[in-house]
């Protein structure tokens, strides 16, 4: 080997050389940096885990919250129902007037004390429902039933409470509307309310509670009033408890702010949703739609919602 082949040998060995090292440091660089993640990750996971069993803690302190507000709700419910009962059947026997006569103011009062026990009794039974449904109390009893059934036995209970010889309470013959399979109890009761609404907020005109099998799979259950309607910037909170209109013109008529939300929660209940189409002094409409066949874990989507209340004009 020449000594010009031997300086070439060395000048690569030492390039190699060079290279090598250069390789450690920076595979000592990567390492370095690995632990450092490593120790990061291991950081973040140990705060992750804190994390979750805060929220786990939070999630235990909200349940007790939520169990003891309805157990509160539940026992003060039955606890007005026994002196509201009282007071029912006391101003009926004076209005009966099977202990003398009253005079016309006397009448009067207690006619007013009646219709705030009655608004009252209303309040504590829908307390009542919701502080069931929000514990879990509810049970859904489904069974086939007929709309002609269901519209007559609400027909008969409404018969008595038309006072109002202005505002007709009308019931559309269903056409076209398949037997259903749910709890016809608690579509029942999302209906009262409903018409009740109706009843309370219009002075002339007429209620009509109707049914259409609008979309497969899906009926929908409609109330419409030509009441005095409600203002689109009203509409959102309707469902929600203890929510009023807070308008001029609904402030004359009180109410418990309880029944929509309430049936907001039973058309759930049911794999169900409710909606309202309304305009400032045109009328109302509330809608329920509710599955042909009871299905809890599935809810109608925002476009089955918007086809099942849609205009038929």
């Known amino acids: ?26 595979l000592l660089e990567r390492l370095a940096q690995i632990e450092s993640l490593n120790q990061e990750l291991a950081e973040t996971n140990r705060g992750v885990v804190a994390l979750y069993a805060e929220l786990d803690d939070r999630a235990a302190d909200l349940r007790e919250v939520s169990e003891l507000k ?23 026997i004076l209005l009966d007037q099977m202990d003398g006569p009253l005079t016309k103011e006397q009448e009067k009062q207690v006619r007013f004390v009646q219709s705030s026990a009655e608004e009252l009794t209303e309040m504590v039974n829908d307390l009542l429902d919701l502080a069931k449904i929000e514990a879990g109390r ?34 559309e013959e269903p056409t076209d509307v398949p037997r259903v399979f749910t709890d016809d109890k608690k579509l029942s009761q999302i209906l009262r309310n409903f018409i009740s609404n109706a009843l309370k907020f219009t002075h002339k005109g007429e209620v009509r509670v109707s049914s259409q099998y609008r979309t497969p799979g899906w009926v929908t259950f409609s109330v419409a009033d030509t009441g005095i309607g409600i203002a689109r910037e009203h509409q959102g909170a309707l469902f929600q408890d ?10 004359r008529f009180r109410g418990t702010g309880l029944g929509l939300a309430l049936s907001k929660r039973l058309a759930e209940l049911l794999g169900g949703s409710v909606a309202v189409q309304s305009e400032l002094g045109q009328g109302s409409t509330f809608f329920a739609i509710i599955p042909i066949h009871f299905s809890p874990n599935k809810l109608p989507s925002p476009e089955e919602v918007q086809m099942a209340t849609k205009s038929e004009d």
């Open 1 to 26: 080997m020449t000594d010009k082949d031997a300086k070439t040998t060395r000048d690569e060995l030492e390039r190699i050389s060079r290279q090598r090292d250069g390789l450690q440091a920076e």
């Open 138 to 171: 509810i049970s859904i009893s489904p069974a086939w039933f007929e709309m002609v059934d269901l519209f007559a036995a609400l027909r008969g209970m409404f018969r008595p409470l038309l006072t109002n010889e202005a505002v007709a309470l009308v019931f």
């Open 70 to 92: 309805s157990r509160f709700l539940s026992y003060m419910s039955h606890e007005f129902r026994t002196p509201l009962g009282a007071i029912r059947s006391i101003t009926r």
């Open 242 to 251: 203890f929510v009023q209109v807070d308008a001029p013109i609904q402030r």
